[in-house]
């Protein structure tokens, strides 16, 4: 089965907790105005109840997940990621991406 890049970026959570390289869980995501299960990849064993961010699809309904904070109050904290405000003169957008080269 073909990439599902509609579930990239989507918060879920595990409804079986992941066992890292050992196997995986499943994340339930809401997606394409209802909500799926897929199964779950992760670097390190999540578990059930855990809030997850789908990072890629590997296809056949799976898909690369990592531990994710949600919080309105709160920047997300992942690792490697930078916070670019938009110039308010021109733009209020707030975006989140892994730096490509030094600021």
Known sequence: MARDEAC??????????????????????????????????????LPRGATVLVIESRGDRAVDVIEW?????????NPGLQLFLGDERRCSVTVYRHPTRPC
Request: net charge negative; aromatic share 4%.
């Open 8 to 45: 990239i970026g989507r918060v879920g959570v595990l409804t079986v907790g992941t066992r890292g390289g050992d196997g995986p869980g499943e994340v339930h995501i809401k997606i394409r105005g209802g909500s799926e299960t897929f199964l779950a990849w992760s670097e390190k064993p």
């Open 69 to 77: 904070e949600d919080s309105l109050d709160d920047i997300p904290r």
